[in-house]
């Protein structure tokens, strides 16, 4: 008797995990007869997606990405040396729409005007590609950059959001050139998530060096190898899916990642699969030991959390704070405030010698959106505090302390 096709075998691994938009999506591309399933794998109907098998035990099978195939042919190479012709040719082969069996989405995509660039700075289009897989993504260099070494942060999106609507969005650019520093935004391919979600909750993608993760890593890796980027001021934050991925960097790579900001997120390991990423993100989950390897105790981390948010209970952000802290002893100070029209409890966790480490923004009537952001961009909220610039504020304090402490400790 002859095997199921793949894409039915998929299809009943989807429906068995709840996801029956996927799974319909899937199936209405389906053969038309079983002569065009036994047939050459690469000769499917229509939209037939020629799927590849997971990488992982319990992981997805994969559309085949114009880099899947790359990204086992460049495991091991610098990517400072690729010929820039053949940089150039990927580009361009992910822009011409090669993944049209990839049309449906669980929301409608929104067309939005790429963020203004100011004379004399760049928003690159770059491709990265390992072992795991591929992804594009934008680079953002400001126009006062001069070759000097510079600091850097990775802004890993929300669902259904692209690099140009999250720059839009935060405008994180905007503070970038305020303060010259990169800007990167990975963008996460639709082929490894429908809804263009980081995949926060497999485990394959929760560890270091394997799955997303390693992608993620890669793509900082090579900023700072084709750029002068300054040691120990590397950052990475995110929104919603993109938060509990940037907590996982976090836990996972703390000798890359100086500081972490989770805007509306999860801790990492707050789900292993798609039933507890629900339940997770409705009641919260216990948030559980970070992988620090013994580089430090704790993970410098600014979140954001709306009370009012409906889609991620404000428990997680409470969940990545005791994440960060580990077992370390903080003491806590309580702040209240107001900024653009909405109250705010932000507390700031300080150790020992007075350095803040962590710091909590609860937005008092806030949602699941980025704080003070510009209605240019998707799920973002005026109102509130400018989650952008208190980030960075956050992130550049962490670096002055740890300029203080060094001069002090100097003979």
């Given at each position: ?90 580009d ?29 700075a ?54 970038a ?65 993109g ?14 990642y100086a500081?972490i ?11 292993s699969?798609?039933p ?71 507390t ?46 956050f ?17």
């Open positions: 008797m002859n095997a199921l096709p793949r894409h039915i075998l998929e299809a009943t691994r989807l429906t068995r995990q709840g996801l029956l938009k996927e799974a319909m999506t899937l199936l209405r591309g389906a053969p038309l007869s079983p002569a065009d399933a036994a047939g050459e794998e690469r000769e499917m109907r229509g939209s037939i997606l020629d799927m590849m098998p997971p990488q992982a035990a319990g992981g997805a099978w994969m559309a085949p990405q114009y880099c899947g195939a790359l990204g086992k042919r460049f495991e091991g190479l610098d990517q400072r040396h690729m010929d820039g012709r053949l940089r150039g040719l990927l361009r082969i992910g822009q011409t729409g090669s993944l049209r069996a990839l049309e449906v989405l669980v929301e409608p995509a929104v067309v939005r005007a790429p963020p203004s660039i100011p004379d004399g760049r928003f690159e289009e770059r491709v990265f590609a390992n072992a795991a897989g591929c992804r594009h993504y934008k680079l953002y260099v400001p126009s006062r950059h001069t070759g000097a070494a510079l600091p850097l942060v990775v802004m890993l999106h929300g669902c259904t959001q692209s690099p140009d609507d999250f720059a839009a969005g935060t405008r994180m650019n905007d503070v050139e305020e303060h010259t520093f990169l800007v990167a935004y990975p963008a996460q391919a639709q082929s490894a998530n429908i809804s263009k979600c980081w995949n926060w909750f497999n485990a394959n993608d929760q560890q270091r060096d394997r799955g997303e993760p390693s992608i993620i890593a890669g793509i900082t890796r090579e900023i700072m190898g084709d750029f002068p980027v300054e040691l120990g001021r590397v950052y990475i934050a995110g929104l919603s899916a938060g509990a991925a940037a907590a996982i960097m976090g836990s996972t790579y703390p000798d890359l500081a900001g989770v805007h509306s997120g999860l801790a990492c390991g707050a789900a699969d798609v507890s990423a629900f339940a997770a993100m409705r009641a919260g989950a216990a948030a559980r030991s970070p992988h620090h390897d013994g580089v430090r105790s704790v993970i410098p981390t600014i979140v954001f959390h709306g009370d009012r948010d409906t889609t991620v209970n404000r428990v997680n952000g409470d969940q990545v704070i005791t994440q960060a802290k580990a077992a370390a002893y903080l003491r806590a100070e309580v702040i209240q405030g107001e900024a653009g029209g909405l109250h705010y409890t932000r700031v966790h300080v150790d020992e010698g007075g350095q803040p480490v962590l710091e909590q923004w609860v937005l008092h009537g806030g949602g699941h959106a980025w704080s003070g952001g510009s209605t240019v961009g998707s799920y973002t909220d005026p109102r509130g505090p400018d989650a952008s610039r208190e980030m960075m504020r992130f550049f304090d962490q670096a002055s302390w740890e300029r203080s402490g060094a001069a002090l400790r100097k003979p």
